[in-house]
């Protein structure tokens, strides 16, 4: 171990030329978080045998190497995530959002819901328990398949693993039947079949139109748009606006705010409604 390491330098052009980079490609605004840049990638940098931010930009505007854009994506907006996260948003979903789908779904019995930015999968599992154990007793066959999308291989990578230390707060009887112990790593579990097979995990840029089969009755957007500046972030609610069915859910995280729009209600804490389209001016 290097006890003498030290950040790479990253000049003010640099510096700019790649807040630019990744707000056009990505949407995520880089442009207050300069000592988070070289904090994240001076180590990987320097392993890679690079002196300074100079060299290793050059290489990556003019290859675009997938790999080089994946290490800056995964080092820049890695993000924190966890089992039951902000748990009354899973609560809300069972008392009143499950229970609407399942009269507005009876007749195809398909819901359509989306964890968008699932970083290392925790969420999307989380939301497939509460659909197994609603829909389980459920008359019927409900398909309740959960697509599950990130920007980063690395995250879909760990999250199609399904390696987990679950929550102390996970109940018991959960962790009984959703989660397989490992039999090398104590405290380690793996997600049971029932629950991975009821995930898609799909590489995908919230910058990219979406163009999926369904429309959405439930969509999970939780800690992603705090990356994002405000004009990038009402042009991506704007199309989720139009990837939803009428009256769908929009779920962000305490910590951000949709701000005054047309398009949406605040119906519970970080919960919005769809509304009906707005007129056009």
Partial sequence: MDMMFHDLNISDADFQRLVKFIHNNYGIDLSKKRQLITSRLSHSLKSKGY???NAFLEHLFSKKDPED???VLNKLTTNYTYFLREKEHFTFLEKTILPELEQRHMRDKVLSIWSAGCSSGEEPYTLSIYLKEYFGSR?????TRVLATDISQQAMAKAKAAIYQPPVDMPAEWLRRYFVPSKTNPGEYTVAPAIRNNVIFR???LMEPIQFRLKFDVIFCRNV???FDQSTRDAL???F????NPNAYLFISHSESLGQTPLFRLVAPAVY?????PARS
Wanted: glycine share 4%; net charge positive; hydrophobic share 40%.
């Fill in 139 to 143: 008359p019927g066959s409900w398909d």
């Fill in 237 to 239: 609610i704007r199309r």
């Fill in 225 to 227: 748009m705090i990356y």
């Fill in 69 to 71: 854009l994946e290490l």
């Fill in 273 to 277: 409604r769809k509304n009906s389209a």
């Fill in 241 to 244: 606006y139009d990837a939803m």
């Fill in 51 to 53: 002196k300074d931010f």
């Fill in 203 to 205: 590489t995908f840029n």
